[in-house]
């Protein structure tokens, strides 16, 4: 079973004790009445929201990591595997949200998540990035012939802006408050792909080798071809998503995995498209960029992404 790092009424364990310790109430180990009350007057105390879960913003104002309780100094163990490259100061606004929404996204653009971000962190647009980047493969490169140079990056997640807070990352939608109540997420793909004589084209005119095309039965967003999603990315997206949906107490089952799920019978593009309801804020979940804006085809339906989605 997963560790969930939320705590609300009926819950049981060492954490709901370590909780209990916190705010100097009886230690049962039990999410009681008495405790949902206390964790009330703790929240309504420190100006939170008082509805008596302990998230992330309940957890800073205890002044609290709950992921520590169960760690020990072994590197090998927790969430070793995310790596740290922030965006700086300025660069991302430092306001305290909780969050309903994980948003899923591809770069279109080239496969380095470093360079992901030092490019968010030089240009000009403002306060623009999201939380994590995926690195991947060169759009060159023979799959079945990577160097350990060309597989660097492929997998690999860097944090670039703390949980807690938020950056802009949706563009034009009808509901601003997607943008502060979201967690994002970049996969390292250069997106929809140009075919020409047999051979395949990034927008930026980077020649993609065969191995590396994803070719759709039905055409999304106008074109057939895309830049595809690596087994390592996806595995990757995988661990974080159920990571990020333990953490924050997000429905993973919401959302775009709910309309795949609901509609089996459906070319399963069609829970990728655009929906009215869900840009105006009103679908919470795991969303993709395409379902709240019809110019976006991040992330496409790649088939084994799909099917990694099915299964949250």
């Avoid at 869900?278 to 496409?300: E, I, M, P, W």
Wanted: charged fraction near 25%.
């Amino acid at each position: 079973m997963r560790q969930t790092y939320v705590l609300k009424r009926g819950f049981t364990g060492e954490l709901v004790r370590a909780l209990q310790e916190l705010l100097n109430i009886a230690t049962t180990t039990v999410f009681d009445q008495n405790t949902e009350v206390a964790v009330k007057s703790f929240q309504k105390r420190k100006g939170l929201k008082d509805d008596g879960i302990v998230g992330p913003m309940t957890w800073k104002a205890l002044n609290y990591n709950p992921e520590e309780l169960n760690a020990d100094t072994d590197i090998t163990t927790g969430a070793n595997w995310i790596e740290q490259h922030r965006l700086p100061e300025g660069e991302f606004l430092k306001e305290e949200t909780s969050k309903r929404w994980i948003f899923l996204h591809h770069t279109a653009g080239r496969h380095n998540p470093e360079a992901t971000i030092d490019q968010w962190a030089k240009d000009q647009r403002g306060r623009i990035g999201t939380h994590y980047v995926i690195g991947g493969l060169p759009a060159s490169a023979d799959v079945s012939k990577l160097t350990d140079k060309q597989k660097e990056w492929d997998g690999r997640i860097l944090q670039a802006i703390d949980d807690l807070y938020w950056g802009y990352h949706l563009g034009a939608v009808k509901s601003t408050k997607m943008h502060k109540q979201s967690l994002s997420i970049e996969i390292c793909s250069a997106g929809s792909l140009t075919e020409k004589g047999g051979k395949f084209y990034t927008w930026y005119g980077e020649e993609v080798h065969s191995s590396q095309v994803a070719r759709l039965e039905t055409a999304y967003r106008g074109t057939r071809y895309y830049h595809a999603y690596s087994e390592a990315q996806i595995k990757a997206l995988n661990a974080l998503l159920l990571r990020l949906g333990d953490k924050h107490d997000i429905n993973l089952r919401s959302g775009v995995v709910e309309a795949l799920r609901q509609n089996p019978n459906d070319p399963q593009y069609k829970a990728f498209e655009f929906s009215d309801y869900a840009c105006a804020g009103n679908v919470y979940g795991v969303l993709t960029h395409g379902q709240v804006r019809k110019d976006k085809s991040d992330v496409f339906p790649q088939k084994e992404l799909i099917q990694m989605l099915i299964k949250l």
